[in-house]
């Protein structure tokens, strides 16, 4: 669900007209309501209220601070990656206390930077990384509270590049050998076994992986919760969206076939896993980035030219895979709007960057009405692993952004500037 909607046939994000702020702030432009942000963490928050819980938001999916800002103050933990990611939550005025901070392979720095903020959690992945962290609060006359990420080895059924929790990939650690581990760091003097944790994909839409591979965790969890003390439990991230949903009031005909089948809701997410989770009595983390900030977000382009090769109607945008690489990176969907609503007629369109890349494509053959040059298109559900995936390839600044609330608007990001791009640069002497 989100709150980007016609209104008089103007695609509004929540009261603000979309094409008021391109007009205002230029395209391309990323913009996203603080509505829908809201209304996803309040469903999980709903979802898990029988159950002590946390919801650490990860950061990676959309690290806007205005974004992180907006989650803070709805109480909202962290999930974090890096340190950069870390000091984003504190410029946020997030509390590091509540982050746990997860990837496998923390330097030093940010290990000592993460002990010195006081972090609710480490997620290790690995043994080299446990030793490591142990020696640096040694050092620092200081106490780790750690947590295991184990790989459960289920299938997420999801995207290659996105799933990770099999052996075939490198997070965690493997189930078999996590007691003999605990064992291991319960002679550390200076670790405090938090937790155990585990995440098994990303943009999954059933619920049975994430119900086995909590099944299968379950009796670990028992066993090491009685015998090393552990206060949480955190089962990951990974709630997928839906990327083709009809528009709600307002929406034009033609798009109504789409509907989102077989979504998983908080609902249905929580029905299945609370009766497994809630007899451990222990804090239960989650972690989800996308389901929250997903569908927040769209990504607006101008069309710079109409090319029809007999083959091939192309759409050329100003946008491109340097603003947003899902589609190329993960053959992604991204529903694609005119910010006008149109009547025209649909037909089967390529829309396309301006980059020198053939990856450098938004979708093809795709019905869409009938546009021309200086219209403009949104990009929907571009909220997460968007903004945060953006790059400066091929020289091209890197859009603005927005944050809309209500009839308000707040430019949470500035478009960057040309110069800006080569300023660290330098010619060499001589
Ligand atoms: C990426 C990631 C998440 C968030 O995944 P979503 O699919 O965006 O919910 C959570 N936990 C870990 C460890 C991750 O790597």
Known sequence: ????????????????????????????????????????????????????????YAVKANSNIGVLHTLAKLGSGFDTVSQGELMRVKAAGGDLGRCVFAGVGKTAEEIRYALKSGIYAFNIESLAELQRIQAIAAEMGKTAPVAIRVNPNVDAGTHAKITTGTYENKFGIAYEDIEALYERMARMPHLKLRGIQMHIGSQLTKVKPFVDAVRKMIPLVKRLRDRHGLECFSIGGG?????????????????????????????????????????????????????????????????????????????????????????????????????????????????????????????????????????????????AYAFTMASNYNTRAMPAEILVDGDQHHVVRKRQTLRSLWQLESLPKG
């Open 1 to 56: 669900m989100h709150h980007f909607r016609y209104v008089k046939g103007q695609l509004h994000c929540e009261g603000v007209a979309v094409e008021e702020l391109v007009q205002q702030y230029g395209s391309p432009l990323y913009i996203y309501s603080s509505q829908t942000l809201t209304h996803h963490y309040h469903s999980l928050e709903q979802a898990l209220s029988g159950l002590d819980h946390s919801i650490c």
């Open 239 to 383: 709630l997928g969206i839906v990327y083709d949903p009809a528009l709600e009031s307002g929406t034009p005909a033609w798009w109504q076939g789409k509907q989102a089948k077989g979504l998983l809701t908080p609902a249905i997410y929580a029905k299945r896993l609370l009766p497994l989770l809630k007899p451990l009595g222990m804090r239960i983390l989650i972690e989800p980035g996308r389901f929250i900030a997903g569908n927040a977000g769209l990504l607006v382009t101008r069309v710079e030219y109409i090319k029809d090769t007999g083959k091939k109607h192309f759409v050329i945008v100003d946008a491109a895979m340097n603003d947003l690489i899902r589609p190329s990176f993960y053959e992604a969907y991204h529903q694609i709007v005119p910010i006008r609503a149109s009547r025209a007629t649909l037909i089967p369109t390529d829309v396309v960057g301006p980059i020198c890349e053939s990856g450098d494509t938004f979708c093809k053959n795709r019905p869409l009405p009938k546009c021309r040059e200086g219209d403009l298109l949104g990009m929907l559900s571009a909220g």
